[in-house]
Nanobody, 121 residues
Framework: QVQLVESGGGLAQAGGSLTLSCAVSGSVTTINTMGWYRQAPGKQRELVAV???????NYAESAKGRFTISGDYAYKVVDLQMNNLAPDDTAVYYCNANLRAGDSISWSQYWGQGTQVTVSS
């Protein structure tokens, strides 16, 4: 059983900051990538940022220069520091990990339960 547990969402004013954290636990053998996605009302889920085992990162255009992803593959945690928040950042944010678990040799996607981020103008 693999679990991704998020924390740190909430309410912020435009221009403010929030930090999201996610801890991966369970019968994990290898993590390939960890990242954050978000889904706003009426919209599809979209990538915000991803961090690879190499330390390389990739950001959505809307996140570049404002958000910073960091991760520790040994401790299986990933954070998202969000600065200069805007009302358009309002969404449910989901932690994501692509990993192998248990006896499986296949890579699978796992998701957290989501944490609400609301930015007021």
């Amino acid at each position: 059983q693999v679990q991704l547990v998020e924390s740190g969402g909430g309410l912020a004013q435009a221009g403010g900051s929030l930090t999201l954290s996610c801890a991966v636990s369970g019968s994990v053998t290898t993590i390939n990538t960890m990242g954050w996605y978000r889904q706003a009302p009426g919209k599809q889920r979209e990538l915000v940022a991803v961090i690879y085992r190499s330390g390389d990162t990739n950001y959505a255009e809307s996140a570049k220069g404002r958000f910073t992803i960091s991760g520790d593959y040994a401790y299986k945690v990933v954070d998202l520091q969000m600065n200069n928040l805007a009302p358009d950042d309002t969404a449910v944010y989901y932690c994501n990990a692509n990993l192998r678990a248990g006896d499986s040799i296949s890579w699978s996607q796992y998701w957290g339960q989501g944490t609400q981020v609301t930015v007021s103008s």
